[in-house]
């Protein structure tokens, strides 16, 4: 429980700090991680749902440099899932028809 607080508290500071123009070795590849882990937590319901959505609409709201990455990360790792779910689908296709 502790770690997946950590993630989600890591993710938000990366994605403040990450310059798009970073080697894929620097804090890009520790971020991509991160979202991999966070996709995968939530495809196994670990994560809160309004958690990854949240992450979605941070994304979206501010669709450029790294976060363009991010999103494309997160439709691959769970989109299909959040999509397929009762509780997330309306919310979920109107983010990704939105933005």
Known sequence: ????????????ELRIKVDPFTCVCGPSAHLTQNITFLS???????VPMHVILHVFKVCLDDFSGT?????????????????????????????????
Not at 40 to 46: G, S
Not at 72 to 95: D, K, P
């Open 67 to 99: 976060n363009v990455d991010n999103v494309a990360l997160l439709l691959e790792g769970c989109g299909r899932f959040l999509l397929r779910n009762e509780e997330t689908r309306e919310r979920f296709s109107t983010m990704v028809r939105r933005g």
């Open 40 to 46: 995968n937590l939530t495809k196994f319901q670990v």
């Open 1 to 12: 429980m502790q770690r997946k607080k950590n993630v989600v508290k890591e993710l938000a």
